[in-house]
């Protein structure tokens, strides 16, 4: 099955600076890739997606990047925000798995004002 | 007019006993899951289904049992509630397979 794996588990940056979280996944055959966000006591949102047909993905101060042959995707988020700590979780999924998922094990983002 | 929905929010309950969470989607969409997060954060799929019918069984003790009575309901049964049952349930739904998924604001269960 899919396995995806998400560093790093903990990032701490200074605001403005910029926050870059990775992700690896095994399955070649995944064609969607969402990001989700988690605020403290609240439920995941997603963010921004990506799906394989298409390489980057922009809105705003975050972006997505795919990288198909290696088989790794990146959320890139810049002029970071105290808003902006969460816990980041990416996911890969496919057409043909009729509702799988597979998330990985979440980023916890710290933005120090 | 919440889009995913679950109750209660919080339910705390003796070691043995059997317990329920309901949920609701008013989405339309035809995949609904649910997830286990633990106290480490991790977010882990436990059943999904589509149209009523069960697709993803994940390796889930079978204390636990889904029931979609429609497209728009998955309730969660849970017998003999074990400590290590305790986490965040958390319900989502999403249009198809491979797309965005809702997620409900979760169900907090803590077992003494």
């Known amino acids: 099955g899919e396995n995806v794996e998400q560093h790093p588990s903990t990032l701490s940056v200074q605001e403005g600076d910029s926050a870059v979280i990775k992700c690896t996944y095994s399955d070649s055959a995944s064609n969607y890739f969402p990001w989700y966000k988690q605020e403290l006591g609240k439920r995941p949102q997603l963010i921004i997606d990506i799906r394989s047909n298409v390489g980057e993905k922009k809105d705003q101060r975050i972006a997505v990047t795919l990288n198909k042959t290696a088989k790794h995707f990146s959320l890139h988020i810049t002029e970071t925000q105290p808003e902006d700590s969460a816990v980041y979780f990416c996911a890969a999924s496919k057409s043909t798995n009729a509702g799988k998922s597979t998330f990985g094990d979440g980023t916890t983002l710290t933005v120090k004002p | 007019d919440t889009a995913v929905s679950q109750t209660p929010k919080y339910l705390v309950t003796q070691m043995g006993n059997d317990k329920s969470i309901k949920c609701e989607q008013n989405?339309?969409?035809?995949?609904m899951y649910w997830y286990k997060q633990d106290s480490k954060k991790f977010l882990k799929i436990m059943f999904s289904y589509n149209n009523k019918e069960l697709i993803i069984n994940e390796t889930v003790p079978n204390r636990f049992s889904p029931k979609s009575p429609d497209k728009a309901h998955l309730n969660l049964h849970i017998n003999s509630l074990e400590l290590g049952d305790s986490a965040v349930y958390f319900c989502?739904?999403?249009?198809?397979?491979?797309?965005?998924?809702?997620f409900g604001p979760g169900t907090r269960l803590t077992v003494l």
């Open positions: 989502a739904s999403s249009p198809s397979g491979a797309d965005t998924q809702y």
């Open positions: 989405l339309g969409h035809d995949t």
